[in-house]
């Protein structure tokens, strides 16, 4: 009897949903179509219990979406897990995940969306202490308690809705009053915990302990564009108050996350930290009154990220589970097919021309210099977006550079189901973009600036390229040439000093005098117990010298400082 996994089973299913919930999407966006399907099951004095599903385009376009990444995913695990004693139980939670997305995407309901909202949290904890060990366990608590801020935002907000007598919150999308703006900021407060904006960004680091699949799926369409998808759904009642201050924080997170991945050397540290300044974009784009745009590069962006994971799952595997960038190198030569798909990838997150975030973030800019803004916020878009290529192509250089600076003797292998699963995802990293486009942006904006506007985006795309080089040149070419320094004089130092009481060792009188002249009581005794400390704290010197004066600091101050004289 032929036994098939249920990992392909579930691969299957998700796959043709993903395929069906797409085509009924752009139904509903053609024929302007909605569907609301409500279940009364319980009413207390006048408040209704509703379980409520909201089919529009918008939500279907969103699943489809999810489940075509979880698709991916799914198949991807059953090759990443095997040999793990507990695989079934990773893809029940796996699954778990996903029906904890669809209820929260699906509900208009606070009651329904507290479901998924609640189940996203718990199962996020159970695969972040996947592995069990002690950083597992505090990253789990970490991201567990910093979302129960937001469970506690939603179930606030659940009681004052009491005093309007139903939680369908599509009833109460154009009214206003001064009581609704302290509904609204509890909202806030759960969508900026879900989606980890300053001041709650750490958990969303700490979320790296989960296995590579769990981070793929959470930091591209589940767990951390939830935040992002309730604000957008609640963009109407946004826009009738000041969003100064949540703009602000939303730029901030975008700018700080882009500074603090181009000093990281963990690899999946970076790729969410770059998660992280994509969340900010949006956010930011929606809180200066655009949610389309914002729900544009959300779908977007989940595709390329998924497949920026899954290329850092599959270099980690073949790393003895190595996450250091410093430890990578030629693996353009091993691995050929996985690192084409990690640049393109990483081209589609900088926004390269034609690739699929170039459509999404490109149209942001654009459209924000086309609205009186301030400044500062300009500064910023642009800073971040040159940090954003700087990290992305810190991150090639080191992994595409000649030098094999990891283990010398293991074997590269690339599976064929993981190359099955990123090749699905390369075709949507390079065509979602302009498909997606040409279906939702179905009418003509007319878009007017200046020429040194319009290729400002693409001067800091080259200019971000050229430091993320110098960053990682100035990296990596100190790194190389201390170590054959030390390496160098070192054995010098062994040879020299060595031949000079070569000819006492073969005398066959006063031997043991000898040796215990020279290695408890002479060069051993130097070498190794004093020499060690003093080459250590000379190098320490040298490195807090250069993190004192460092000329990247230097000349990134300085071009900052001729960019805001030009304009």
């Known amino acids: 009897m032929l036994k098939i996994s249920l990992y392909y089973i579930w691969f299957f299913i998700l796959f043709m949903l993903s395929i069906i919930f797409f085509f009924i999407g752009i139904y509903m966006m053609n024929y302007n179509y909605l569907m609301i399907l409500d279940w009364e099951f319980l009413s207390i004095n006048s408040c209704s219990m509703l379980m409520t599903f909201l089919l529009d385009w918008m939500s279907m376009m969103f699943v489809s979406c999810v489940f075509m990444i979880s698709s991916m995913v799914i ?72 979302n129960r801020i937001g469970d506690v935002g939603i179930l606030l907000s659940i009681s004052w809705m009491m005093n309007f ?23 806030v407060l759960a969508g900026f915990t879900k989606s980890a904006q300053i001041p709650f960004s750490s958990w969303l680091p700490a979320a790296m302990a989960a296995p590579t699949p769990v981070s793929s799926l959470v930091h591209s369409s589940t767990l951390v564009t939830a935040g992002v998808y309730l604000l957008i759904r609640f963009n109407n009642l946004l826009m009738n108050i000041d969003l100064k201050v949540l703009l602000f924080l939303s730029l901030f997170t975008m700018f700080m996350s882009g500074i603090g991945a181009n000093f990281e050397y963990d690899l999946k540290k970076i790729i969410a ?56 190198g030629s693996l353009f030569y091993h691995m050929p097919f996985t690192m084409s798909c990690f640049c393109i990838s990483s081209f589609s997150l900088c926004g390269f021309p034609f690739m699929s975030g170039f459509y999404s973030k490109d149209l942001i800019l654009e459209i924000y210099l086309m609205n009186d803004n301030n ?71 007319f878009i007017f600036l200046d020429f040194n506007l319009k290729i400002l985006s693409m001067f800091m795309l080259l200019l971000g390229m050229i430091l993320g080089y110098s960053n990682f040149m100035n990296n990596f070419l100190y790194m190389i040439y201390s170590n054959f320094y030390f390496k160098l004089m070192f054995s010098m130092y062994m040879i020299f000093t060595n031949i000079k009481n070569l000819y006492n060792l073969f005398k066959n009188y006063k031997l043991s005098y000898y040796l215990i002249y020279m290695m408890d009581m002479g060069w051993f005794e130097f070498i190794f117990s004093k020499l060690m400390y003093l080459i250590f704290s000379f190098l320490n010197k040298i490195i807090q010298f250069y993190e004192m004066n460092n000329i990247k600091l230097f000349m990134f101050s300085f071009i900052f400082l001729i960019m805001i004289i030009l304009v």
């Open 273 to 328: 930290l770059s998660t992280l300044s994509q969340l900010g974009l949006m956010m930011s784009i929606l809180f200066l009154g655009f949610y389309n745009l914002s729900y544009f590069h959300l779908l977007t962006h989940a595709f390329f990220k998924a497949l920026l994971f899954l290329c850092a799952g599959m270099v980690i595997h073949n790393m003895n589970n190595s996450q250091d960038i410093r430890h990578m």
């Open 165 to 187: 007598g139903n939680w369908h919150y599509l009833y109460y999308m154009y009214m206003w009053d001064s009581w609704m703006f302290y509904y609204l900021i509890l909202l």
């Open 75 to 146: 198949l991807y695990s059953e090759d990443y897990m095997e040999g793990d004693l507990f695989k079934y139980r990773f893809l029940y939670l796996i699954l778990l995940f996903i029906f904890s997305m669809f209820m929260m995407i699906m509900s208009p309901n606070l009651l329904s969306i507290l479901i998924g909202w609640d189940g996203l949290g718990l199962v996020s904890y159970c695969l972040v202490i996947y592995f069990q060990n002690f950083k597992s366990y505090n990253a789990g608590m970490l991201t567990i308690l910093m």
């Open 375 to 445: 400044i500062f916020y300009f500064f910023i878009y642009y800073l971040s977006l040159g940090l954003t290529v700087m990290y992305s192509f810190r991150l090639i250089y080191y992994s595409l550079n000649f030098y094999m600076m990891g283990y010398n003797m293991q074997m590269y292998m690339e599976s064929y189901i993981m190359n099955v699963s990123m090749l699905i995802l390369v075709f949507f990293s390079i065509f979602f973009g302009s498909m997606l486009m040409w279906l939702m942006f179905d009418f003509i904006e």
